[in-house]
């Protein structure tokens, strides 16, 4: 499957349309189409565009020899009965680790 299908089929799978997708990875919509069409992607768009369609830039570009396309698996963090499931771009991460740090070391310094 090509790199433009799973695009197109990861963007009408997550019901985002053209514009929103261009929205977030900061083109013009007539750029996801041509993407859609199998024209090459720059490379300062890749990460975006894997962030917004919420896979990875090796899911993005593998080859994959199936004629249906299957979303990545999804994260199940399990715990004594909690269960937390997260879907998000990839800097919220990097940001909520930074501030857990933050609360941590808050609460571990001793007083």
Avoid: C
Avoid at 38 to 58: M, N, R, T, V
Wanted: glycine share 4%.
């Amino acid at each position: 499957m090509t790199t433009g299908i799973k695009i197109r089929t990861l963007r009408e799978q997550k019901k985002i349309s053209q514009e929103s997708l261009a929205y977030a990875v900061g083109v013009s919509q007539v750029t996801i189409g041509n993407w859609e069409q199998g024209k090459s992607i720059k490379h300062e768009y890749i990460k975006k565009l894997a962030d917004a369609l919420e896979i990875s830039i090796d899911y993005l570009f593998e080859e994959n020899q199936d004629k249906s396309i299957q979303s990545p698996p999804k994260i199940d963090f399990k715990n004594e009965g909690f269960e937390i499931i997260i879907k998000a771009p990839n800097h919220f991460f990097e940001d909520l680790h930074k501030k857990m740090d933050l609360l941590i070391n808050k609460f571990d310094t001793p007083k």
